[in-house]
């Protein structure tokens, strides 16, 4: 997808993988036999070790948020449903195993380096800051006012370098004020569809708990399919993922329109699925789970 005129494109051969959001999708998941095939690919095991470039202005209280996520995802002895257990299904991957996230280097990018109008060979650009070491994810998150080519038909994306190393990175962009009614759903009202009022964001911020749904999606697909030979299903440029093949879906009963049984917290009236460290409430997707062949969800 990237230029073939881009300086980059003699070191990299950039492989994208993007996520789509759109909610009246989900309840086909339920609906057909799903089996995402393995392609004998190397899956991303062990400490797995996430570098965060921030591209444009965060608010502490926003990278606040990403960081006690992906924390999350290691909490021991966590207040059950967890995002700990969510991402645990990621284990039962054949060619996988127990993967602990640590959250690495921190890039902040405040100055808008290179603009705010972005193409993909800008994200690989981007990602590369991050480092390029084994069994590490180098994560672009851009703020609201960037923007990103295809943001919106795309919430975010994830792929890999070639070249003299191998780097495994994804981006995600804050949909705030460009696209919340794709990227942000169910806590905007969705462009397409059941026109029903949106959920409360479990952190209070519409656009970084709509980048915590996508994040927890391109993550689980970087690690079950890094280096597009592992877990997915259609074709090696469109993949459904262990988490896009269940695009909608968050708790039991979910229909086109409705998120499915979720969690709700009397004293805000958020809506959310799963508990992290600090007291944080996340809403986290369904993942399919290779031993049930189905989307697995944790209320």
Same mark, same amino acid.
């Given at each position: ?19 789509? @959001? ?44 990403? @960081? ?6 290691? /909490? ?7 995002? /700990? ?29 290179? !603009? ?26 851009? /703020?609201?006012? @960037? ?8 919430? !975010? ?65 970087? @690690? ?61 997707? /369904? ?13």
């Amino acid at each position: 997808m990237a230029s073939t005129t881009s300086p980059y494109s003699i070191l990299f051969l950039i492989v994208f993988t993007s996520v789509f @959001v759109e909610p009246s999708n989900g309840a086909l998941v339920k609906q057909q036999p799903l089996l995402l095939k393995y392609h004998n690919g190397s899956l991303l095991k062990g400490t797995i070790t996430i570098n965060l470039i921030w591209y444009g202005n965060f608010t502490p209280s926003q990278r606040s948020i990403i @960081v006690d996520f992906l924390q999350s995802l290691n /909490a021991q002895h966590a207040v059950e449903p967890s995002a /700990a257990r969510w991402w645990r299904t990621t284990e039962k991957y054949k060619g996988g195993g127990t993967s602990k996230v640590v959250v690495g280097t921190q890039v902040i990018d405040e100055s808008y380096s290179i !603009g705010k109008y972005l193409k993909n060979v800008h994200i690989v650009k981007l990602a590369t800051k991050g480092g390029t070491l084994n069994e590490t994810i180098n994560v672009v998150l851009t /703020a609201k006012d @960037v923007y990103v080519d295809g943001f919106g038909s795309r919430c !975010g994306t994830h792929g890999s370098t070639r070249g003299w190393t191998r780097v495994a990175y994804a981006w995600v962009g804050n949909s705030e004020t460009q696209c919340p009614g794709q990227c942000a759903w169910p806590f905007y009202k969705p462009i397409y569809g059941p026109q029903g009022p949106p959920l409360v964001a479990p952190n209070g911020d519409v656009g970084v708990d709509g980048m915590i749904i996508n994040l927890a999606t391109v993550l689980a697909g970087t @690690v079950t399919n890094p280096f597009n030979n592992g877990y997915f299903q259609g074709p090696v440029t469109a993949p459904l993922e262990a988490v896009s093949a269940c695009t909608g879906v968050f708790g039991s009963g979910a229909y086109p329109g409705y998120t499915g049984r979720v969690l709700l917290d009397k004293v805000s009236g958020a809506s959310y699925n799963a508990h992290g460290i600090n007291g944080r409430k996340f809403l986290l997707p /369904a993942m399919w789970d290779p031993r049930s062949s189905a989307c697995s969800t944790l209320v």
